[in-house]
């Protein structure tokens, strides 16, 4: 069984393949590409955020005795400046407008990247630490991702 931030890492990368296929799509106009791998990266992204913030980050809070204004509190606010972003490319996609679906998509690129950095590098390492050996957490995570 892999460790939980291994799973999340993964899953990660998965994301920003769907992404890049999206923006692809988008570039060349061809708009059912680009809302079907845009679909699957939204799906797929609020999927993670679900599994962060229903399934991981409570119990890490616990375990951990780190509460407010900690790793998992700063990733929920930073989930919460991302998911408009997601809002807008959804309106850009449904009309079509590549540019918007362009430069929403590197605004949100960015967050997602600097993000996925903390992630894997600060709170991943908690989460293996606090929760690495719970098998019902990390098949709970695994079931969530894989939804």
Request: aromatic share 6%; glycine share 6%.
């Amino acid at each position: 069984m892999a460790k939980l931030g291994e799973t999340m890492e993964k899953h990660h990368k998965k994301c920003d393949e769907d992404f890049a296929a999206a923006e692809e799509a988008a570039h060349k106009g061809d708009w059912d590409a680009c809302a079907k791998a845009y679909t699957k990266f939204r799906d797929e992204v609020l999927a993670h955020f679900s599994v962060e913030e229903d399934i991981l980050f409570p119990p890490l809070e616990e375990r951990s005795g780190i509460t407010s204004g900690g790793p998992p509190q700063m990733m929920r606010e930073e989930h919460e400046q991302m998911r408009p972003l997601l809002q807008q490319m959804d309106n850009a996609l449904e009309q079509k407008n590549a540019g918007n679906f362009t430069a929403t998509g590197e605004t949100l690129l960015v967050m997602m990247q600097q993000h996925n950095m903390k992630e894997e590098n600060i709170l991943y390492p908690m989460i293996d630490h606090h929760l690495g050996d719970d098998r019902d957490i990390t098949a709970r995570a695994e079931a969530g991702l894989n939804g």
